[in-house]
């Protein structure tokens, strides 16, 4: 589903990722860990093109995206990506419903008057029921994680990228919020790509690469 072949990226002198090359197939989960400024999050961001590369090449389902610029280019790629980001970036002046539905305006073809009931199938999907009018304060850490998983899979994409997605977890918080990713793999037939820390839990459910000072390689 996704090939990314030689890339690079540098921010002032610092070059972060120095010729990555890396795949995802349909329905694979990998796993890349790296520590703190190792790049892991770069190369996540390069792929959903949140980041430009300075060289290289992504493939997307056959279509080569490096050189996609137009907002309309880039809507369309972002439309086949679910994107759960480090810090979970829930907003917090909205409910959780309210939060889970928020891309679909942007990311999908589907009418206004269904955003809430499509954003209730996402939560059920990840466990979560009765909680569509808390905001965000009110939620435990794992809640929020499971709501900003929720929200990455509203516009049905066919790969769920996932930067951190135990970050500031304790383990069995962490442990859970795996196993939710795992079971929507299996059940959606969800392709995933996970920048990660947890080498352990990474282990259980994925292929697992390394990144060191810009560089891939087997873990």
């Known amino acids: 589903m996704i090939e990314v072949k030689g890339l690079k990226k540098s921010f002032a002198h610092k070059q972060v990722l120095k010729g990555v090359s890396a795949a995802v197939n349909d329905g694979e989960v990998l796993s890349i860990i790296g520590g703190s400024g190792s790049g892991k999050s770069t190369f996540i961001k390069c792929v959903v093109r949140l980041l430009l590369p300075d060289e290289g090449s992504i493939v997307v389902n056959g279509r080569e995206t490096i050189a996609?610029?137009?907002?309309?280019?880039?809507?369309?790629?972002?439309?086949?990506?679910?994107?759960?980001?480090?810090?979970?970036?829930?907003?917090?002046?909205?409910?959780?419903?309210?939060?889970?539905?928020?891309?679909?305006?942007?990311?999908?073809?589907?009418?206004?008057?269904?955003?809430?009931?499509?954003?209730?199938?996402?939560?059920?999907?990840?466990?979560?029921?009765?909680?569509?009018?808390?905001?965000?304060?009110?939620?435990?850490?794992?809640?929020?994680?499971?709501?900003?998983?929720?929200?990455?899979?509203?516009?049905?994409?066919?790969?769920?990228?996932?930067?951190?997605?135990?970050?500031?977890?304790?383990?069995?918080?962490?442990?859970?919020?795996?196993?939710?990713?795992?079971?929507?793999?299996?059940?959606?037939g969800l392709a995933l790509l996970m920048a990660t820390h947890n080498h352990d839990l990474a282990k259980k459910m994925s292929r697992v690469v390394k990144i060191k000072a810009g560089i891939l390689s087997e873990a």
Do not use: C
């Not at 309210?98 to 269904?114: I, Q, R, W």
């Not at 930067?163 to 500031?168: I, M, R, S, V, W």
């Open 68 to 188: 996609f610029k137009s907002d309309y280019e880039l809507a369309q790629l972002r439309r086949q990506f679910g994107y759960l980001f480090q810090e979970g970036a829930l907003f917090d002046s909205l409910s959780v419903v309210e939060n889970v539905a928020f891309g679909l305006k942007y990311l999908s073809d589907v009418p206004e008057t269904k955003y809430r009931a499509v954003a209730k199938d996402m939560l059920a999907l990840v466990g979560l029921q009765d909680i569509d009018d808390l905001r965000p304060a009110e939620l435990s850490g794992g809640m929020k994680k499971r709501v900003a998983i929720a929200r990455a899979l509203a516009n049905d994409p066919d790969l769920l990228i996932a930067d951190e997605p135990t970050g500031n977890l304790d383990p069995d918080t962490a442990d859970h919020v795996f196993e939710v990713l795992q079971n929507l793999v299996t059940k959606q």
